[in-house]
T-cell receptor
Framework: GESVGLHLPTLSVQEGDNSIINCAYS??????FIWYKQESGKGPQFIID?????DKRQGQRVTVLLNKTVKHLSLQIAATQPGDSAVYFC???????????FGAGTRLAVHP | DAGVIQSPRHEVTEMGQEVTLRCKPI?????LFWYRQTMMRGLELLIY????????DSGMPEDRFSAKMPNASFSTLKIQPSEPRDSAVYFC????????????FGAGTRLSVL
């Protein structure tokens, strides 16, 4: 498939549990922080974003938390399902919406 | 809509050959992006277009790489001559101006340069 076999940190969870994926960022001037999901053989898919002046945003089964003091971003997935198995990337957007800087990614493995 | 369409899905070529990757963005999207994904460097932005005009090509690794967008429904990324270190998965993405951070990615082209 069209994905790279990255040697990524892996988070293993049981189906039904909550998952927390963490990301550290470097640029204090970033305007937005975004989470993308990449399933095997596919391109990244937008999940949720958060503006830099917010500290929490909720979507459907997902919550993103932003801690600007320690430059930390997290994605919480409630009631994790097998379909959530993928690589998750955080990204920063600075000076507009077009130049996204992606993190290295975390692999989420959901076990039945 | 069928989403962003890339072709070919796989390309195997020999060092020194010209490679052309193709992308059809989602209809109505006015931004188009080319990315490269490798094990070592992750996902990197190479170039992006707005209304068919290249806006920022600072991510293009060297002069061997070029990209064009002759019209709103088609873009190409060309590598000439190709080198083994160009082996990667290349993604095209598009977005609508008002959608800000939501880029829609194609399935990618896996390029292997032998």
């Amino acid at each position: 498939g069209e994905s790279v076999g990255l040697h990524l940190p892996t988070l293993s969870v049981q189906e039904g549990d909550n998952s927390i994926i963490n990301c550290a960022y470097s640029n204090s001037a970033s305007d937005y922080f975004i989470w993308y999901k990449q399933e095997s053989g596919k391109g990244p898919q937008f999940i949720i974003d958060i503006r830099s002046n917010m500290d929490k945003r909720q979507g459907q089964r997902v919550t993103v938390l932003l801690n600007k003091t320690v430059k930390h971003l997290s994605l919480q997935i409630a009631a994790t399902q097998p379909g959530d198995s993928a690589v998750y990337f955080c990204a920063e957007s600075t000076g507009g919406y077009n130049k996204l800087i992606f993190g290295a990614g975390t692999r989420l493995a959901v076990h039945p | 809509d069928a989403g962003v369409i890339q072709s070919p899905r796989h390309e195997v070529t020999e060092m020194g050959q010209e490679v052309t990757l193709r992308c059809k963005p989602i209809s109505g999207h006015d931004y188009l992006f080319w990315y490269r994904q490798t094990m070592m460097r992750g996902l990197e932005l190479l170039i992006y277009f707005n209304n068919n005009v290249p806006i920022d090509d600072s991510g293009m690794p060297e002069d061997r790489f070029s990209a064009k967008m002759p019209n709103a429904s088609f873009s190409t990324l060309k590598i000439q001559p190709s080198e083994p270190r160009d082996s990667a998965v290349y993604f095209c993405a598009s977005r609508q101006g008002a959608a800000k951070n939501i880029q829609y990615f194609g399935a990618g082209t896996r390029l292997s340069v032998l």
